[in-house]
């Protein structure tokens, strides 16, 4: 019976392994020290292989370069043999919730993520340090690559610590941010669905290097935008007020994008404000539009300056479908169709714009007049226009893809009227400030994120994706996590999320700041204490999503949303294996296997069961049942989708009634059988009742 090898990818291997494909003389087999057989590349055979394609002597590239990059890279690509570790207490609606909520290094955490996450997601934000010389970046062990420049310049940090301070007087500054965020970009592109991207918010500090760092990661080709968020004036400064962040957003594949013509469009801001003051309108008023126009007219009017809604005070006509303002018939850029649409009174031609007719032949026309979005003039000496209303109907994306007017008004899939965000865009950080201290009692972060601006850029990037998996493996005041609830009750979509949170220490971070911060600090541990809980970081993480989820579910929320405020917490920690499990010299494997547990002995079943999970991709949120058969405990992962037994005493009776249920993959504890016949004969048995079935043990 196989085993499942119980650790991360191994990158490096399976890139290897694609060369072989291609030049299999370039590739060999040998064993590495410790025994294990490895795949090397004969570089010089590979060279041979492409000497019409190499240039010799050192070549000038352009491209972003630092100390401890190919450190970084060889840390991207190192297998890890860490597990998720679940923790039903300290989650929420564990057995029902699609969310996750992973405490640990982030990096370990997209390593481990990589089997069952692969290509899966849609959205990425991050909200990574800064590297202002006052915040903390995450150690990796590249960080101390070179033994002789941290001895001279006495950088050298002893510290357990995975958070160190990274200052402007370090000299490997610049560098150790890079090196910090560089494998985790790089792991991160692994996890895009061909259509997702990803939106990292940073400011003037690293933003020029970012900017470079993932035009090599994900691209040049795939740069989207670079947003700028104004966050108020400091009217402090002495030459400019320096008030801004950036967002720079990436595609996966932005050709992907283009080949599917995916548009991004969000709602007209007081779009639905006008549209529910047209129904109650319509209450009093019934059928007569005019009258409806008139007391229309005059709400705009009476609206207080800097309304959204004042802004499309255009859309003043109303017929049976709502609002409307008149637009633009002609075709864009000139040379249209031209023939004649007769006017509806005076049955003459009507005058032909210049660039021609909007619509391509008279037919389409026709059934445009037929629907009533076309309104007629007076008489024929001028053109008619078209309707475009407030909440647009699906025929008012008729040739609207690129409309002149720019308003994306045409998506046939849009509920009110809608527009392309700009690149710019304000919201005042205090206002995100005051809520937080709002819903928490006190202040317990530093510069959280706008959860309500955070919504909107998930909503606008996810236009055709109901249940899109957005990820924020920075989560820190799991602004992320609210931004999902407040999308899916407002839209009625059901995404959800994976939030990753370093668990350091409360009390050390008091001790290492000062001022404002230090005081933000404390307030967060008189909080945990209060409640009762450790005093990390990811705890006052997961109670934020705990409370916005609560508060949520006090309004009124879409119909369609699942309402699924909770999330499972699962722990980074190591293998659940002993090292014996990873034993590379089968043989000894074998014998000491038999002579002891491979199992630590602290873990229990479903730790196991979550290892297994990990290591075969299946769905981390998955619903997972348990059922007492024969006397042992056995889960039922979606179904029988996985079956796992870790119990022992295992018999071939219960082997043979799980093979009944035609599992898709079964896996058992490797020295749980009651005997080795059991053992030997439970792929038979599996292969006579249910051969589709993956057997596997651990």
């Known amino acids: 019976m196989e085993r499942l090898k119980l650790h991360s990818p191994d990158p490096t291997q399976e890139n290897i392994a694609k060369i072989r ?32 394609h190499i240039v010799e002597g050192p070549q000038e590239r352009y491209r972003l370069d630092w100390p401890g990059k190919r450190e970084a890279l060889v840390t991207a690509n190192t297998p890890v043999a860490k597990t998720l570790r679940p923790f039903p207490n300290e989650s929420a609606h564990f057995d029902s919730t699609r969310n996750l909520f992973i ?12 089997e069952t996450y692969l290509g899966a997601v849609k959205v990425i934000y991050i909200d990574p340090p800064y590297n202002t010389g006052k915040d903390f970046i995450y150690r990796d062990n590249f960080l101390a690559a070179k033994e002789e420049y941290e001895k001279a310049s006495g950088e050298r940090d002893e510290s357990s610590g995975r958070l160190v301070a990274n200052p402007e007087t370090r000299g490997r500054y610049h560098s150790d941010w890079l090196s910090m965020i560089f494998p985790r970009l790089t792991l991160a592109k692994k996890l895009l669905a061909d259509d997702g991207v990803i939106m990292v918010s940073i400011d003037d500090y690293e933003q020029a290097s970012l900017r470079r760092l993932m035009d090599q990661v994900f691209g040049e080709n795939n740069f989207i935008a670079q947003l700028v968020w104004e966050k108020g004036r400091k009217n402090d400064a002495k030459l400019f007020s320096v008030g801004h962040e950036y967002m720079l957003v990436y595609a996966k594949n932005v050709t992907y994008l283009r080949e599917r013509n995916e548009a991004w469009r969000e709602e007209k801001p007081g779009a639905r404000e006008i549209w529910e003051e047209f129904l109650r309108l319509k209450r009093t008023y019934g059928d007569d539009y005019k009258a409806i126009e008139a007391d229309l007219t005059q709400w705009y009017s009476d609206l207080p300056k800097g309304h959204p809604a004042k802004k499309w005070s255009r859309y003043k006509r109303v017929d049976r479908h709502g609002p409307w303002r008149d637009r633009d018939i002609s075709w864009p850029g000139g040379d249209g169709p031209k023939y004649d649409v007769i006017h509806p009174i005076t049955q003459q031609p009507c005058a032909v714009p210049e660039a021609g007719w909007r619509f391509s032949s008279p037919q389409e026309m026709q059934r445009q007049i037929e629907l009533g979005l076309v309104e007629f003039r007076d008489d024929h000496t001028e053109p008619p226009f078209r309707k475009a209303h407030i909440r647009p109907i699906p025929d008012e994306a008729v040739g609207d893809l690129n409309d002149d007017d720019g308003d994306g008004e045409g998506s046939d899939d849009a509920e009110f009227a809608t527009q392309v965000r700009g690149s710019y865009f304000y919201k005042q950080s205090q206002v995100a400030v005051k809520y937080l201290r709002s819903l928490m009692g006190a202040k317990v972060f530093t510069n959280p994120k706008d959860h309500e601006e955070l919504a909107k850029l998930i909503a606008y990037a996810t236009p055709n994706d109901r249940n899109a998996l957005i990820v924020d493996f920075f989560a820190g005041s799991a602004s992320t996590a609210e931004a999902v609830f407040t999308v899916n009750a407002t839209n009625g979509t059901n995404h959800k999320f994976i939030m990753v949170q370093l668990p350091e220490s409360l009390e050390e971070a008091e001790a290492a700041t000062t001022g404002a911060t230090k005081k933000t600090v404390q307030a967060a541990i008189k909080m945990m204490k209060k409640n009762n809980r450790p005093l990390v970081l990811s705890e006052v993480s997961k109670e934020r ?23 499972r917490v699962l722990r980074i920690d190591t293998s659940n294996m002993q090292d014996v499990y990873y034993q590379p010299d089968e043989v000894d494997q074998k014998r000491l296997l038999d002579a002891v547990d491979n199992i630590k002995p602290d873990r229990s079943a479903e730790d196991l069961l979550f290892q297994v999970l990990v290591d075969w991709g299946v769905d981390l949120t998955l619903p997972i049942s348990r059922a007492a058969i024969h006397g042992k405990t056995v889960f039922f992962v979606d179904g029988n989708a996985l079956v796992a037994c870790f119990d022992t005493g295992v018999t071939e009776e219960l082997v043979k009634e799980l093979a009944g249920h035609k599992p898709l993959r079964v896996v058992f504890r490797d020295n749980g059988f009651v005997s080795d016949a059991v053992k030997i004969n439970v792929e038979q048995v599996f292969r006579q009742l249910s051969p589709a079935t993956d057997v596997k043990s651990i």
């Open 545 to 567: 999503i705990r409370r916005a989820g609560a508060k949520i579910l006090e309004r009124d929320c879409h119909a369609d949303w699942n309402k699924d405020v909770g999330f």
């Open 103 to 114: 405490e640990g290094d982030n990096l370990d955490a997209l390593k481990l993520l990589q």
């Open 21 to 52: 494909e291609l030049f299999p003389g370039c590739v060999t087999e040998a064993a590495d020290e410790s025994g294990k057989v490895r795949l090397s590349v004969d570089f010089d055979h590979l060279r041979q292989e492409l000497s019409d």
